[in-house]
Nanobody, 124 residues
């Protein structure tokens, strides 16, 4: 059964860095997949932050380009999100998600499996 478990969230001042991890036992089940990081702030819709496919191709939301990096370590069954130069507007619950599909899009509706989320809070 596909399971996703996030960790690494916390509180940081603006300009700081955090690295999120997602134990993603999706690699056992699918050779072709999309993995993504999403976030949801209070009162806002869940939005895509970054995606990576089984070939390693990545995409990013414009708001995080140049600051965030998504990566995966298949040997460790782990998905990462390195977040640098954090801003208060990055404050949200962050989720990792997976979908057994070839082409990745930052649309939450396309993802079948979700973690429980990890909170990121950035203070000014």
């Amino acid at each position: 059964q596909v399971q996703l478990v996030e960790s690494g969230g916390g509180s940081v001042q603006a300009g700081g860095s955090l690295r999120l991890s997602c134990a993603a036992f999706v690699y056992y089940y699918y050779s072709t997949y999309c993995m993504g990081w999403f976030r949801q702030a209070p009162g806002k819709e869940r939005e895509g932050v970054a995606t990576i496919d089984s070939d390693g191709s990545t995409s990013y939301a414009d708001s995080v380009k140049g600051r965030f990096t998504i990566s995966q370590d298949n040997a460790k069954n782990t998905l990462y999100l390195q977040m640098n130069s954090l801003k208060p507007e990055d404050t949200a619950m962050y989720y990792c998600a997976a979908a057994p599909r070839r082409y990745c899009y930052p649309d939450p509706a396309l993802y079948d499996y979700w973690g429980q989320g990890t909170q990121v809070t950035v203070s000014s």
